[in-house]
T-cell receptor, first 113, second 115 residues
């Protein structure tokens, strides 16, 4: 899996958009960008994933640059419950022997009232 | 978390006993992953299984740990002769075969405490 680089921590005001960056400059053509988050003492929660195009779901938006070397996760209206560690992970989409998720250090997002 | 069920949620074992952690994947999923999270540390991959097969066990300790995912029933992570260092949260995840970009969903974890 390609390595990713994320800032160790970020703060965001409640109600504002939270923009979490991720660099993955060595990503391969068949690798997807996945985002998960882990709220303290809970299991990792899937947020969103994408290959080339920008993606949006009920939780967040994922913006992937044209060269695919970086991406941004956007939480449009952050709430206190969005305080968590956010992980950007690159992995192959197909279910092969190398398809495990490899978690890095992630970004600790703190949403402040 | 879309339906991955783990039990027990909390387990206390004395040193030397065996711990068995069970994971029922999302209905219809045939791929299971196990991860371990030591206190104040990150999530570490342990093993990846399909029904009746171990696909990748590169993260499994060489001794005392084993995993299975039988044709029928849940996946089992078994830890023999537990030691205090095995105290951790163990997370199971599952995935289906729904084409490119398969999503992996996690359970809420099993917390093992060795006393």
């Amino acid at each position: 899996d390609a390595k990713t680089t994320q800032p160790p921590s970020m703060d965001c005001a409640e109600g504002r958009a939270a923009n979490l960056p991720c660099n993955h400059s060595t990503i391969s053509g068949n690798e997807y960008v996945y985002w998960y988050r882990q709220i303290h003492s809970q299991g990792p929660q899937y947020i969103i994933h994408g290959l080339k195009n920008n993606e949006t779901n009920e939780m967040a938006s994922l913006i992937i640059t044209e060269d695919r070397k970086s991406s941004t996760l956007i939480l449009p209206h952050a709430t206190l419950r969005d305080t968590a560690v956010y992980y950007c992970i690159v992995r192959v989409g197909a279910l092969t022997s190398g398809s495990r998720l490899t978690f890095g250090e992630g970004t600790q997002l703190t949403v402040n009232p | 978390n879309a339906g991955v069920m783990q039990n027990p949620r909390h387990l206390v074992r004395r040193r030397g006993q065996e711990a068995r952690l069970r994971c029922s994947p999302v209905k219809g999923h045939s791929h299971v992953y196990w991860y371990r999270q030591l206190p104040e540390e990150g999530l570490k991959f342990m093993v990846y299984l399909q029904k009746e097969n171990i696909i990748d066990e590169s993260g499994m300790p060489k001794e005392r740990f084993s995993a299975e995912f039988p044709k029928e029933g849940p996946s089992i992570l078994r830890i023999q002769q537990v030691v205090r260092g095995d105290s951790a949260a163990y997370f199971c995840a599952s995935s289906g075969t729904d084409g490119g970009g398969n999503t992996i969903y996690f359970g809420e974890g099993s917390w093992l405490t060795v006393v």
